[in-house]
């Protein structure tokens, strides 16, 4: 029997189907900064994040990096694949190191074909992923920089398993789409109404009720569509 698998995804499998796609799985570690794959590329390799997380970016010719989405251990990279295409559609990073599961994409596809019940788990996650694309972009276009913020924490919160995290304001500038200064201002507020704890880069949540608050519908709205869909 395998150990206790901690993705969603595949636990959400029936047993004899979990094990099957545990036992074809290869553990890796993902080191912070790790770009797994690039637009365009064929991918080689789809990820069941464990413990670590990911970020899906968008990146346009003379500016910096916009993220558009986090896969932590409730999801995969390498769901576009259930639509038969092979092809990278965003930048993949790793932005918090961790364990994740491995297979080839030609393992995938196998089993893919063999198991209905991967193709309906997998199907329903890419209508999550999507629906969190088109929240981030609307989430940037209309929502202040701030609540933006608090939605953006809270989800990288949810995905590393852990009270405190490293970011900097230039990370998280690039993530957001801003200014460094905006940032600074966004992260000083939310420290000064004691929601948060920032200090040379580590940041730990103090009140997380609100941070909730402070933060944007689009986090309440992408929890709900996994929840429906999960449940």
């Keep these: 029997m395998p150990p206790s698998v901690t993705n969603r995804l595949i ?6 189907e979990r094990r099957r796609v545990f036992e074809r799985c290869e553990p890796v570690n993902l080191e912070f900064g790790t770009v797994l794959c690039e637009p365009g590329e064929a ?8 413990n670590g997380f990911l970020s899906l970016v968008a990146t346009v010719q003379k500016h910096p990096p916009l993220e558009m989405g986090l896969i932590g251990n409730e999801g995969m990279l390498g769901a576009t694949m259930i639509l038969g295409v092979n092809t990278v559609p965003l930048q993949s990073k790793v932005q918090g190191a961790g364990d994740a ?29 999507m629906a969190q694309l088109s929240q981030s ?25 852990a009270e405190q995290f490293h970011l900097t304001h230039n990370f998280l500038a690039d993530m957001l789409g801003v200014r460094r200064s905006a940032v600074t201002i966004a992260a000083g507020g939310l420290q000064r109404k004691q929601l948060i704890s920032y200090s040379r880069g580590a940041i730990s949540i103090i009140n997380r009720k609100g941070l909730e608050a402070a933060s944007c519908e689009c986090y309440g709205e992408a929890k709900q569509d996994y929840a429906q869909l999960f449940s």
């Design 43 to 50: 991918y080689r390799h789809v990820y069941f994040p464990l």
């Design 101 to 129: 599961l491995r297979l080839s994409a030609v393992q995938l596809r196998k089993e893919m074909q063999q198991s209905p019940a991967l193709q309906k788990i997998i199907g329903r996650y890419l209508f999550v992923l």
């Design 11 to 16: 636990s959400a499998l029936p047993s004899k």
């Design 137 to 161: 972009a609307a989430c940037t276009r209309f929502h202040e920089v701030d609540a933006r913020l608090a939605r953006w924490l809270l989800e990288t919160h949810d995905r590393s398993h």
